[in-house]
């Protein structure tokens, strides 16, 4: 069963750091894209970075470029965000999710359940 | 950035029940469009892609349908479980952008 487990959510105070991660099993993790999407309490879905799966391309929603940074370990069939300079309005749940094939295609055919991530003083 | 606009917002219909949810692209986006399933606590779940193709293992009672601008998300025969939140979403082009979600809900 293909399957994706977030981790590292927490509260952090803004302008603070977090990294979160996403394991995947159940699939070669190295053959597929991955992306990140968030929920902000009471909100629709907002798609945030993507990697392919050879880590040699990433993309950005401008509301986090600069301050965020995608990577994965193949090796260890795990994605990465690093969120740096932490705003309130990056306060959400943080969903990883699957591309359907190795070049990043933009749309998710398989999500995990979330990491909560909350930014506040 | 495209933006999706879904209607309705909300709405109540009962098990039996035909459902239509529509999604308007503000540009032509071909046929890259997807829908999703949410319920609360549970990971978003892909029901169509292409516009109108079945994800694996999706019940037929959901179909999709449209091009260009309008898109249509049709569940034939609504189920209990089918009470949920769905989204459309583009991939045309960057950044892939979803409607505001469509939240339907037990009459």
């Known amino acids: 069963e293909v399957q994706l487990l977030e981790s590292g959510g927490g509260l952090v105070q803004p302008g603070g750091s977090l990294r979160l991660s996403c394991a995947g099993s159940g699939f070669t993790f190295s053959s597929y894209a991955m992306n990140w999407v968030r929920q902000a309490p009471g909100k629709g879905l907002e798609w945030v970075s993507a990697?392919?799966?050879?880590?040699?391309?990433?993309y950005y929603a401008d509301s986090v470029k600069g301050r965020f940074s995608i990577s994965r370990d193949n090796s260890k069939n795990t994605l990465y965000l690093q969120m740096n300079s932490l705003r309130a309005e990056d306060t959400a749940l943080y969903y990883c999710?699957?591309?359907?094939?190795?070049?990043?295609?933009?749309?998710?055919?398989?999500w995990g359940q979330g990491t909560q991530v909350t930014v506040s003083s | 950035d495209i933006q999706m606009t879904q209607s309705p917002s909300a709405l109540s219909a009962s098990v039996g029940d035909r459902v239509t949810i529509t999604c308007r692209a503000s540009q032509s986006i071909n046929t890259y469009l997807l829908w999703y399933q949410e319920k609360p606590g549970k990971a978003p779940k892909l029901l169509i892609y292409a516009a109108s193709s079945l994800q694996s293992g999706v019940p037929s009672r959901f179909s999709g349908s449209g091009s260009g601008t309008d898109f249509t998300l049709t569940i034939s025969s609504l189920q209990p479980e089918d009470f949920a939140t769905y989204y459309c979403?583009?991939?045309?082009?960057?950044?892939?952008?979803f409607g505001q979600g469509t939240k339907v809900e037990i009459k």
């Open positions: 990697i392919s799966g050879s880590g040699d391309n990433t």
């Open positions: 979403q583009q991939s045309y082009n960057t950044p892939p952008t």
């Open positions: 999710a699957r591309d359907p094939s190795h070049t990043v295609l933009f749309w998710f055919d398989t």
